[in-house]
């Protein structure tokens, strides 16, 4: 199986301005280069992360100029490692790479949280960046000096993968086991999203009327009354919905209810519905982003 591991270094715009890969099998470099950005000249913020500077990259070929020979190693690859690999997928698509969907794509992060990350209690949407994972599995490798260069990462995300690898110790030939983790993963992601789902909506009574408070773990402690949701996101949008004629002013998200929404309220149930789960979630809190002086808690 022709595996190789990538890594993508950016400007603040996303333009590539360093690429690695390195082959799987004998961790040998297939290909290293930066490049010079054709929009931006100086990318302050990703800077400060990677340390690549325009001086560095003023030689350097364009992006336009290596893309088919990027493309031809992409073609022959059988699948790429990487380490929150969609990001470097994202930055290859952007920039005119196609990434085949035929390819196999293994997400070391993702490979690290199943193996490792539950055991230590980290949760599925807080595994830490590479140097920290990398250091939590024994290696050393300094996020000051080493981190953010794309070789160094790169060599150490196969690394990662190898020893995670021998952790699932399935016996199976790789090709296999990477089906496995794929299965197991699927499944393990889905129950994390319903039980991350659950939660409580909680009715705050202050002087001007009633807020709701969306909470995952417990309900609100200031809460005058709380229900337990299997679809907390879910339930926020069709309480705020069955309320939207009591907002005290629109957009205030203060509700003046009555006794017959209190029971409404009371009696609300609803069941898990990942897409409309994830949709309101997202919408939900957009809506919190857009209006940051609601007076309410998503």
């Known amino acids: 199986m022709n595996l190789i591991s990538l890594d993508i270094e950016a400007t603040d715009k996303g333009e590539m301005l360093e690429l690695a890969i390195i082959g799987h099998k004998n961790r040998e470099t297939v290909y290293h280069s930066y490049f010079k950005p054709e929009m931006s000249k100086s990318w302050p913020n990703s800077q400060a992360v990677h340390h690549i500077t325009p001086e560095m990259v003023k030689a350097a070929p364009s992006l336009r100029q290596e893309r088919k020979t990027i493309q031809n190693i992409l ?3 059988d699948g790429i490692i990487g380490f929150a690999i969609d990001n470097d997928i994202k930055y290859l698509i952007e920039n005119n790479i196609n990434v085949d969907e035929s390819l196999t794509v293994i997400d070391v992060k993702d490979w690290f949280w199943f193996y490792k ?7 599925f ?3 830490p960046r590479l140097a920290k994972c990398a ?4 290696f050393e490798f300094s996020e000051e000096t080493e981190a953010h260069s794309a070789a160094n990462d790169t060599l150490m995300t196969i690394k990662l993968f190898d020893a995670l690898v021998d952790i699932a110790d399935t016996g199976l030939p790789l090709s296999e086991t990477i089906k496995q983790f794929d299965g197991l993963f699927a499944e393990e992601k889905r129950l994390y999203a319903e039980e991350m789902a659950k939660g409580y909506l909680s009715l705050i ?6 807020l709701i408070k969306n909470n995952h773990s417990q309900p609100s402690s200031d809460a005058e009354l709380s229900i337990a949701v299997e679809s907390r996101f879910l339930a926020e949008h069709d309480i705020r919905e ?11 998200a203060i509700y ?7 029971e409404f309220f009371k009696n609300y149930k609803n069941i898990y519905d990942p897409e409309k789960e994830h949709f309101y979630r997202h919408y939900l809190k957009a809506r919190k982003k857009s209006k940051r002086d609601l007076p309410f808690h998503l």
């Open 256 to 262: 003046n209810l009555r006794k017959s929404d209190i």
């Open 205 to 210: 009574k202050t002087s001007k009327g009633y």
């Open 117 to 123: 990350g539950k055991g230590l209690d980290i949760k």
């Open 75 to 77: 073609h022959n690859a």
């Open 242 to 252: 069955k309320f939207s004629k009591r907002e005290t002013a629109p957009d205030s």
């Open 135 to 138: 250091e939590l599995m024994g």
């Open 125 to 127: 949407d807080s595994v």
